[in-house]
């Protein structure tokens, strides 16, 4: 509608804009423009739009896209364990999150409340099955905040380098 929202200088990393606040009722007007200014690269990159671009339509309240993080974590007197945390947008919601196996059977669930912009959960988890290039075995990690619902797919799995041995899966 002729105001710039955004300006994002390198274009080699996905980006958002939330639209909501400047929306009018109506018939509205996004413009995407692309300035090339040389010299912008140590190779000529070019300049254009190359992938796709998707007008993504949220709740007020709502995760914010490519904000969520899991991190798999493994100890022997424990065992598997998921650490999550998301980054939300709005008021707070009540979130539920909800691991299950690939017979679609719950292993492990959290829940609460969103807080200063975040989810943070931990998902304990009992016999969990290691991912690995033999057994390639994947949970459904579910995640409910407010109105929307994410879904990912998670192998447990723990990455480590050793000097001595080199990189070491599980």
Sequence with gaps: NGEILCSHPYGY????????????????????????????????????????????????????????SVKENYTEELGWSLQ?????????????????D??????????????????RALIPIKKGRPWSPEDPYLYTLTIRYGKQTEVKKIGLRSVFADPDRGLLLN
């Design 13 to 68: 990393t996905a980006f958002d804009v939330p639209l909501g606040r400047k929306l009018k009722s109506g018939k509205n007007v996004v413009t995407v423009h692309i300035r090339h200014q040389s010299p912008n690269s140590r190779w000529y990159s070019g300049s254009g739009i190359y992938r796709d671009v998707y007008l993504v339509t949220l709740p007020e309240n709502h995760l914010i896209p490519d904000g969520i």
């Design 102 to 119: 690939m017979r679609g059977e719950s292993v492990g669930r959290t829940a609460g409340t969103s807080a200063e912009g975040f989810i």
């Design 84 to 100: 999550i945390k998301a980054e939300t947008a709005g008021e707070p919601q009540s979130f539920e999150c909800v691991l299950q």
